[in-house]
């Protein structure tokens, strides 16, 4: 069920949280015992976080500095909808430009679509910690509105490549995270 119409067709307060994929290693059964922990509370849907890579600089022993490229949550897809399947709860994985090109972020969507996830959180996400500013993925998106645009193409079929036949609509229900204020980054 899309959030939308959770929200539109409740009377009352709902609850809903948002969890972290499991550290890469680690299992994710203690994400289940948390769910457990909170289902009398009737979450009407579960948001699941993604991170983008993280970059850390090794000092070599000649001297030279090497860049290793980690993600240390994998699994968002996957836990959504471990989720949504083994509670029959929505799930709103989050989508970040962060860390993803267009074309991966394509790829995710589509993942998401074949597994009957409904909705997502578009975000801009975080820069990486090194810099000062984020600095998008070549063939990334810079905006969070870039990328809403990017799902709302795709709920008319308009995929990135043009040539593709009998596109199928995905249609998702975006949320967006946003600043009351504008934010100092926006255009």
Do not use: W
């Not at 009377?11 to 994710?28: M, R």
């Not at 430009?97 to 679509?113: A, H």
């Not at 959180?121 to 990334?140: H, M, T, V, W, Y």
């Amino acid at each position: 069920m899309k959030v939308i119409d959770i929200i539109k067709n409740s009377n009352k307060t709902i609850f809903s949280f948002e969890l972290l994929p499991p550290l890469k290693g680690n299992d994710p059964e203690s994400i289940y015992r948390t769910i457990e922990n909170l289902i009398d509370f009737d979450p009407k849907y579960i948001n699941i976080t993604t991170h983008r890579d993280e970059v850390q600089f090794q000092k070599m022993s000649d001297g030279t500095v090497k860049k290793n490229i980690r993600r240390k949550r994998p699994g968002t897809v996957a836990i959504a909808a471990s989720i949504q399947y083994r509670y029959g709860i929505p799930v709103v994985p989050h989508i970040l430009c962060g860390g993803f090109t267009k074309s991966e972020t394509e790829y995710v969507l589509i993942d998401l679509y074949f597994l009957e996830i409904e909705n997502v959180l578009a975000l801009r996400g975080d820069g990486i910690k090194s810099q000062n500013l984020f600095i998008p993925e070549k063939e990334g998106h810079s905006y969070a509105n870039e990328l809403v645009e990017q799902i709302v193409n795709l709920r008319k079929g308009s995929y990135l490549e043009k040539d593709l036949k009998n596109n199928t609509p995905l249609d998702f229900c975006i949320g967006v995270g946003g600043y009351p204020e504008k934010h100092f980054e926006a255009p």
